[in-house]
């Protein structure tokens, strides 16, 4: 079975960055779409950021400019470059596949808490 874990968040002052990483164990994950999502307090899930297995990219407008997703096939790891992080990113931060209808089990998130 698939198990997503996220790691690398923390508490960073506005202006920071941190550098998240997600490993999908046990997958096929070069042949996946994937993608960064978050949680904010009272807030539903929502997309942050994809990459194709082809390696084409794409961000919610929040985030475009500031943030990149990567990913190391050979790692089985996906990764999300934060820069310029503002309150507004305050979250907890998941990875899976791209599409619903094809999502592994979620992992347990990584927080993000950005405040001065």
């Known amino acids: 079975q698939v198990r997503l874990v996220e790691s690398g968040g923390g508490l960073v002052q506005p202006g920071g960055s941190l550098r998240l990483s997600c490993v999908v164990a046990?997958?096929?994950?070069?042949?996946?779409?994937m993608a960064w999502y978050r949680q904010a307090p009272g807030k539903q899930r929502e997309w942050v950021a994809r990459?194709?297995?082809?390696?084409?990219?794409a961000y919610a407008n929040s985030v475009r400019g500031r943030f990149t997703i990567s990913r190391a096939n050979a790692e089985n790891t996906l990764y999300l470059q934060m820069n310029s992080l503002n309150p507004d990113d305050t979250a907890v931060y998941f990875c899976?596949?791209?599409?619903?209808?094809?999502?592994?089990?979620w992992g347990q998130g990584t927080q993000v808490t950005v405040s001065s």
């Open positions: 899976n596949r791209l599409s619903s209808a094809d999502y592994f089990p």
């Open positions: 046990g997958s096929r994950f070069m042949f996946y779409d």
């Open positions: 990459i194709t297995n082809t390696e084409t990219t």
